[in-house]
């Protein structure tokens, strides 16, 4: 019932930028935090950003300066800018949510992941 919907991937040039969204619908609950991860192959899957419901950010050493995570609370709608790509940047980019159903009790959704690559 819960969906999580990432978009805004694609394959981009060294330097280059793209903006990815993400989506979360099917719950009157409200967020906790949203979140972006990544994957690269061989690699293990790294938290990128972060942000909570009141709008604290948190970003891997990685992308500091370069990403911009973004949370529109109306919409439950996250983006992430990404600036300056570097190939090291290539990955399946995945959205988290975390909920709060009740006082004491959160629950996680995943997206199904949007492929960023990043060419040099």
């Known amino acids: 019932q819960v969906q999580v919907v990432e978009s805004g991937g694609g394959l981009v040039q060294a330097g280059g930028s793209l903006r990815l969204s993400c989506a979360a619908s099917g719950t009157s609950y409200s967020i906790n935090d949203m979140s972006w991860y990544r994957q690269a192959p061989g690699k293990q899957r790294e938290l990128v950003a972060l942000?909570?419901?009141?709008?604290?950010?948190e970003y891997v050493d990685s992308v500091k300066a370069r990403f911009t995570i973004s949370l529109d609370n109306a919409k439950n709608t996250m983006y992430l800018q990404m600036n300056s790509l570097k190939p090291e940047d290539t990955g399946m980019y995945f959205c988290?949510?975390?909920?709060?159903?009740?006082?004491?009790?959160?629950?996680?959704?995943w997206g199904q992941g949007t492929q960023v690559t990043v060419s040099s």
């Open positions: 942000i909570t419901r009141d709008g604290t950010e």
């Open positions: 988290r949510c975390e909920f709060q159903i009740r006082r004491s009790a959160s629950q996680v959704y």
